[in-house]
């Protein structure tokens, strides 16, 4: 049953992140419109964060918590989708930050024009470190393919992320909830688009997302990306787009040019240098700042490079040694419930 005052059901996973819970649940204080629920679902961290969950329940916060045992991000919204009340349910990621005006944004983009999903983009709060602006600016600048996330210029069809979701308890009856794999939010999309269901960007409803903090980490999380685009090729066999090869054909490119350079001319790099530039160059034009412009440059080589190397690797083992296929066959069997 839902409850008529719930609109609204925010779900948030969380893994040993008190600092960010905090400030998300701050920036939720601050909404402009209380026509919401938060539901915390603190999988199994060994820092729980159940004392800034009461404190914010004391000033007047609609939330609830939940502790259960560590089982990963998926299986964790799926346990607040089971106990959520709203019509609606918004997902957040623990490291987001929500302007004041998302919710009554959100009820004025739903009434202009509603979807049965929805999501929108992601950007950087002022108070964002230079480093995380610089991999917001890679994650989102169309030079590095990040126009695919949910900007107003898209090379594909939108697909909303996890870290700015929203569907309505009708699809979740219908299609069910999150199975546990890497990019399960497109994998959720991608189920709910086949089901029938209407999706749409509200490209002025954006949340700012802090990411990763350091180059290390977000190497590592778009790695991850790009072997999981092969899994979801697997699982949907029409789903893979020219666009997804831009970062691997990147790598491919970089490694030919230094080889080139190497043992041929040094001219061959110039196609490089020209690319790196026009990332500063709108880097500083976007952000204004000289230093996020220069950080924007390794940050954009790591959101190609990470990716293609991953996407690389796992067509490799997956596609031409047909190794596996078996995780994708157990993937497709599960039932996100």
């Given at each position: ?6 609109t ?16 998300l ?50 299986i ?8 959520a ?64 996330r949910?900007g ?18 009708e699809?979740?009856?219908k ?48 790695y ?25 054909l ?10 080139l ?8 790099l ?20 000289p230093?996020?412009?220069f ?43």
């Amino acid at each position: 049953m839902s409850d008529s005052k719930v609109t609204y059901s925010v779900i948030v996973p969380v893994y040993n992140r008190r600092g960010e819970v905090e400030e998300l649940l701050e920036s939720l204080l601050k909404q402009t419109t209380r026509n919401f629920e938060i539901v915390i679902v603190e999988d199994g961290s060994t820092e729980p964060c159940a004392d800034i969950v009461e404190k914010y329940a004391d000033k007047g916060l609609n939330v609830r918590y939940f502790f259960k045992e560590n089982e990963g991000r998926s299986i964790a919204r799926n346990y607040g989708l089971e106990r959520a009340l709203g019509n609606y349910f918004i997902f957040f990621d623990s490291d987001c930050v929500i302007p004041a005006d998302y919710f009554s944004k959100l009820d004025k983009f739903r009434h202009r024009q509603p979807y049965d999903t929805f999501g929108g983009p992601d950007a950087a709060d002022n108070s964002f470190t230079t480093t995380q602006k610089a991999i917001n600016f890679a994650m989102t600048s169309f030079l590095t393919t990040g126009g695919i996330r949910g900007g107003k210029v898209s090379l594909e069809k939108f697909t909303p992320r996890t870290f700015n979701m929203g569907f309505s308890r009708e699809v979740y009856d219908k299609v069910g909830g999150f199975r546990e794999m890497f990019s399960e939010d497109i994998d959720m999309s991608t189920r709910i688009r086949l089901a029938g269901y209407s999706i749409g960007l509200y490209p002025e409803l954006p949340v700012y997302h802090k990411r990763r903090v350091d180059f290390r980490k977000f190497f590592r999380q778009v790695y991850v990306f790009g072997m999981s685009r092969i899994t979801l090729k697997l699982l949907y066999p029409d789903s893979m787009k020219l666009v997804h090869w831009l970062p691997a054909l990147f790598v491919i490119g970089v490694v030919a040019m230094i080889l080139l350079a190497i043992f041929v001319s040094p001219w061959w790099l110039l196609p490089l240098i020209l690319y790196l530039f026009m990332i500063w160059q709108t880097a500083l034009v976007s952000t204004g700042s000289p230093v996020i412009a220069f950080k924007a440059i390794p940050a954009s080589l790591i959101q190609l490079g990470g990716y293609g190397c991953g996407f690389i690797k796992a067509y490799f083992l997956k596609i031409i040694c047909r190794r596996g296929r078996d995780e994708a066959e157990e993937i497709a069997l599960r039932k996100g419930k």
